[in-house]
C-alpha cells in the first residue's frame, strides 16, 4: 500500500474514534459541554439539561457515522485503486449525512426540551388568540415581549391561547405540542 492510502487510513480511523467516542459519551450522558465536540446548537447551550439530552438523542447518529468511517477506511485500505477511493467517497458522504441528522436530533430535542419547560413554567407557548397570555394582539401592553408574557397560564378551554403566534397550534415550530390533556387521552 502506498503512503497516500496509508495516511488516508490514519485519517479516517482516528476521525471515526474521534465521532465514535463523541457518540458514545453523549449516549452515555457523560459528553462535558465544550466548544469542539457534540451537538453545538443555541438550542443546546441554553442549560446543561438541554446540552445532555440534545447529545443523548444525537449519540447513536454519531456512531453510525463513525461506522461509516470506519468502512471507509476498510474499503480503501483492502481494495485499494479507484473503487477503494469510491467507497471512500460514498463513506465520507454518509457520514456527513449522519452528522446532519444528530445535529438534527439533538437540536430538536433540546428545543422540545425547552418547550416542554416553558410550559411548565408558564411561558409563553402558541396560540390561536394572537396575544400573550390569551390576550388580543391589539393592546400593545399585553402583547409578546410585554409584562404580561412571563405571567401564568390563562383559564381558556384553549391550552394553546398563552402566546403571541396567530393561527393556532398549526403555527408552532412544534406542531401538535400544544394539545390538553383531555384530548390527548381520548
Known amino acids: 500500500m502506498n503512503a497516500v492510502l ?3 487510513v490514519v485519517l479516517l480511523v482516528g476521525l471515526a474514534l474521534v465521532v465514535g ?4 459519551l453523549g449516549l452515555l ?18 442549560s446543561p439539561e438541554a446540552w445532555t439530552l440534545a447529545n443523548r438523542a444525537a449519540g447513536p447518529a454519531f456512531l453510525g457515522s463513525s461506522l461509516m468511517l470506519l468502512l471507509g477506511a476498510l474499503g480503501v485500505g483492502l481494495i485499494g485503486g479507484w473503487v477503494g477511493g469510491l467507497v471512500v467517497v460514498v463513506a465520507l458522504l454518509g457520514s456527513l449525512a449522519l452528522l446532519s441528522v444528530a445535529g438534527l436530533a439533538g437540536s430538536r430535542a433540546a428545543a422540545v426540551w425547552e418547550a416542554a419547560q416553558d410550559e411548565d413554567q408558564g411561558g409563553c407557548g402558541c396560540g390561536s388568540e394572537g396575544g400573550c397570555g390569551g390576550h388580543s394582539a391589539g393592546d400593545p401592553s399585553e402583547a409578546p415581549g410585554g409584562d404580561s408574557c412571563s405571567g401564568s397560564p390563562t383559564d381558556s378551554a384553549d391550552p394553546a391561547a398563552d402566546c ?22 381520548r
Open 29 to 46: 450522558g457523560r459528553l462535558p459541554g465544550n466548544g469542539v465536540l457534540g451537538v453545538r446548537t443555541p438550542e443546546t447551550r441554553r
Open 21 to 24: 467516542v463523541t457518540g458514545l
Open 164 to 185: 403571541g403566534v396567530t393561527g393556532g397550534c398549526g403555527s408552532c415550530a412544534l406542531q401538535g405540542m400544544c394539545e390538553s390533556e383531555n384530548t390527548a387521552t
Open 6 to 8: 496509508v495516511v488516508v
